[in-house]
């Protein structure tokens, strides 16, 4: 089992900047995808940001331009942590924010426990 633990999140005014981060703790696993997904209040918990193996990345329509997703890659996609910085918020980026391994090879899948983002002015 990996836990992995996230940090990062907090209040932040409309305009402003925040990076979170998600670590596998204690552990270094390959991984084929990474990624942060969302969940506002009320809705379905949605892509955000994926990065995959060989370094491509796919962002949701509405964060495009305002948010990256970045990795450490110690050697063979073998990761350790994933970030995600965001800029120009907006009071609809207020959620939770959930960061995704997915393994390599075994395709099992972990899940980060959540951290709340509040844009509010």
């Known amino acids: 089992q990996v836990q992995l633990e996230e940090a990062g999140g907090e209040v932040e005014h409309p305009g402003g900047s925040l990076i979170l981060s998600c670590a596998a703790a204690?552990?270094?696993?390959?991984?084929?995808?990474l990624g942060w997904y969302r969940q506002a209040p009320e809705k379905q918990r949605e892509m955000t940001a994926i990065?995959?193996?060989?370094?491509?990345?796919?962002?949701?329509?509405s964060v495009k331009s305002r948010f990256t997703i970045a990795r450490d890659n110690i050697r063979n996609n073998v990761t350790n942590t994933v970030y995600l910085q965001k800029i120009s918020l907006k009071s609809a980026d207020t959620a939770v924010f959930f960061c995704?391994?997915?393994?390599?090879?075994?395709?099992?899948?972990?899940w980060g426990q959540g951290t709340q983002v509040t844009v509010s002015s």
């Open positions: 990065i995959r193996s060989g370094g491509h990345t796919q962002y949701a329509d």
């Open positions: 995704y391994f997915k393994v390599a090879g075994s395709g099992y899948e972990y």
């Open positions: 204690a552990t270094r696993i390959s991984t084929d995808v």
